[in-house]
């Protein structure tokens, strides 16, 4: 089954703690996308990727880091997460750049307390 | 950046009403216009797409039209059924297809 996974699903972790949030697809897709989501202001990119070890800053990415070291994986690392980076995190992946259907994974509701 | 706005934040309508939800963009360079649907507590999914090069689009009971000169694009939803309630959202992107800019989102909610 095509998809697109993320892990973990939920985590609560306390400020300054260093977490990676995975993200896997299995549809052999070059673009890859982190967006994070809350309330009132829709989904906001934080990073991409056109391929493997290329990877570009989106419209917020203060406080992350990603990396690209194969095609199917597409990590979000919180080096020292903070409070504002409680959110709902999306991880998606498109075929041809950002053109057409990005596939989403299920997404990762994450507390910074 | 770009600046994608998103008109109104909530709309509720009668079951077999039209719907229609607004989005106005700042960057002319914009070629791409996706709109996805997000159900409560699920993931988006894209519904309809339009590029630059194109005025309108169909696809059954959705339409998207682009209006280039003035820089807004809508989304139009006819015979609206209970299952079309959503938060649905707007977005553009740059002519190299990489970077996404999405509104804020409109909660649908369609009384039966």
């Known amino acids: 089954e095509a998809q697109v996974t993320q892990n973990p699903r939920y985590l609560i972790t306390v400020t300054g703690k260093k977490l990676t949030v995975t993200c896997s697809q299995n549809?052999?897709?070059?673009?890859m996308s982190w967006y994070r989501q809350d309330p009132g202001l829709g989904l906001r990119q934080i990073y991409y990727s056109m391929n493997v070890e290329v990877t570009d800053k989106g419209d917020v990415p203060e406080g992350y880091k990603v990396s690209r070291k194969e095609k199917r994986n597409f990590p979000l690392i919180l080096e020292s997460p903070s409070p504002n980076q409680t959110s709902l995190y999306f991880c998606?992946?498109?075929?041809?750049?950002?053109?057409?259907?990005?596939?989403f994974g299920p997404g990762t509701r994450l507390t910074v307390t | 950046g770009e600046n994608v706005e998103q008109h109104p934040s909530t709309l509720s309508v009668q079951e077999g009403d039209s719907a229609v939800i607004k989005c106005t963009y700042s960057d002319s360079a914009s070629n791409y216009f996706p709109w996805y649907k997000q159900e409560l507590g699920k993931r988006p999914q894209l519904i309809i797409d339009i590029r630059s090069n194109v005025g309108e689009k169909k696809d059954q009971r959705i339409a998207v039209t682009l209006n280039k000169t003035a820089k807004h694009f809508s989304l139009h939803i006819t015979e609206t059924q209970p299952e079309d309630s959503a938060v649905y959202f707007c977005a553009a992107t740059s002519s190299s297809f990489n970077k996404f800019y999405f509104g804020s989102g409109t909660k649908l909610n369609v009384k039966p």
């Open positions: 549809m052999n897709h070059e673009y």
């Open positions: 998606a992946s498109s075929p041809d750049r950002g053109l057409g259907e990005q596939y």
